[in-house]
């Protein structure tokens, strides 16, 4: 049997280096695009992933999440991500080690898949409390950082972190929207006489972002200061330990001179809130016991209305049984975080939704335009 030789016709190209109209390319050229995945399990914490990709005008990325029985966290990707922009949206609900797994997960198949750049969306940023020193604790907030980074991870979105400085602990860029805005816009529409109001930091700590408030709305600012401050106080960063107890045998050492111990004043509210609408803001609402007594005490000072305005409504154990007995008439919260069953057990948290400005903010980073537009009027203190 004679050997037939099949000869390929050499490829035609025109002069400027194109394929001839009569010659069909066959070369497989790389798609330039992005895509958008939701590394969450539960369904309830994929509805502001739905909501971003409505707004976009793309279908969510085919991926599967679930736990095992074993309850190992599982990631299979459904569709080719190679050469193209992946944003993963991540809402963080109550079972935070499972989100952060899922996200670990999700970003390092995305890796190994060879996606072009892996774009983590993360409105509340987990474990932002614990980015400073604790006695003998740890920096949470630095480990999970690196471990997002060593994932794959090449860019952050996030929204309001408790402390800007955690942007530091990242070695690729993080993109800290806020969500202030929109409360503000809130405030405005749904207020009645928000003119009569007045803005009130809760604690001392709180007192520039009530300030960067106060001063957008035209209003007046008030500072609770006294016992009802924030549980992240000085006695808990370890210069307390350990404790203050001299041995006199052997040598002491070097004589330090005897500081003494500090005490909260007696609480005051610096500004006069006496027939006024109190709006109390912050970035987390958690334990709300706090919040509570601040309520308590605005309205022994006259206040006729308390409304609480944060940006994560995380509300956990019973926060919204005591919302609901308390003085409070009313909590804004954003849709960073999921709290539908908190708002089923208590009528007065309304959500304000931030999914445009997410949204925004992937359109953005995917054409290469400038972000400034995002953070117009927004103060340094916000």
């Given at each position: ?11 035609k190209l025109t002069p400027s280096g194109s394929c001839s109209a009569n010659v069909k390319c066959r070369m497989n050229v790389p798609k330039s695009g992005y895509r958008v995945f939701s590394a969450n399990s539960s ?26 029985s074993n309850r190992e966290t599982r990631v299979d990707v459904k569709e080719s991500v190679r050469g193209q922009t992946i944003f993963i949206i991540q809402t963080i609900p109550r079972d935070v080690n499972t989100a ?246 208590c009528p007065k948290i309304k959500t304000v939704d931030v999914s445009m400005i997410l949204a925004e903010a992937i359109r953005r980073i995917h054409n290469g335009e400038s972000m400034a537009y995002l953070f117009r ?6």
């Amino acid at each position: 049997n004679a050997v037939r030789l099949v000869l390929m016709q050499p490829l035609k190209l025109t002069p400027s280096g194109s394929c001839s109209a009569n010659v069909k390319c066959r070369m497989n050229v790389p798609k330039s695009g992005y895509r958008v995945f939701s590394a969450n399990s539960s369904a309830a914490c994929t509805e502001l992933a739905k909501k971003i990709t409505e707004r976009l005008g793309v279908e969510m990325g085919k991926s599967v999440v679930f736990q095992e029985s074993n309850r190992e966290t599982r990631v299979d990707v459904k569709e080719s991500v190679r050469g193209q922009t992946i944003f993963i949206i991540q809402t963080i609900p109550r079972d935070v080690n499972t989100a952060i797994m899922e996200l670990l997960i999700m970003a390092y198949a995305l890796k190994t898949s060879c996606a072009k750049n892996i774009i983590g969306v993360i409105p509340y940023f987990p474990y932002s409390k614990q980015c400073k020193m604790r006695k003998r604790g740890s920096i949470v907030c630095k480990l999970l950082a690196s471990m997002l980074a060593k994932s794959g991870l090449t860019h952050i979105i996030t929204m309001d972190l408790h402390q800007k400085e955690i942007q530091g602990f990242f070695g690729f860029p993080v993109d800290n929207l806020r969500a202030s805005p929109y409360l503000i816009q809130y405030i405005q529409e749904e207020i009645p006489d928000y003119r009569n109001a007045i803005i009130v930091a809760k604690s001392p700590a709180a007192a520039k972002r009530a300030q960067s408030y106060a001063e957008r709305l035209r209003l007046g600012l008030a500072v609770i200061h006294g016992e009802a401050q924030c549980s992240e106080s000085d006695m808990a960063d370890g210069r307390h330990s350990p404790p203050s107890v001299r041995n006199t045998t052997g040598h002491t050492g070097l004589e330090l001179p005897l500081m003494m111990a500090k005490e909260k004043p007696p609480i005051t509210v610096v500004g006069d809130v006496g027939g006024r609408i109190a709006i109390i803001v912050d970035d987390i609402i958690d334990d709300v016991g706090d919040f509570v007594a601040a309520a308590e005490i605005l309205k022994e000072r006259g206040a006729y209305k308390i409304y609480i305005m944060a940006t994560h409504g995380l509300l956990s154990a019973d926060a919204p049984r005591l919302i609901e007995e308390s003085a409070i008439d009313e909590v804004v919260v954003t849709n960073t975080v999921p709290h539908e069953v908190q708002k089923l057990q208590c009528p007065k948290i309304k959500t304000v939704d931030v999914s445009m400005i997410l949204a925004e903010a992937i359109r953005r980073i995917h054409n290469g335009e400038s972000m400034a537009y995002l953070f117009r009027n927004i103060t340094v203190d916000d």
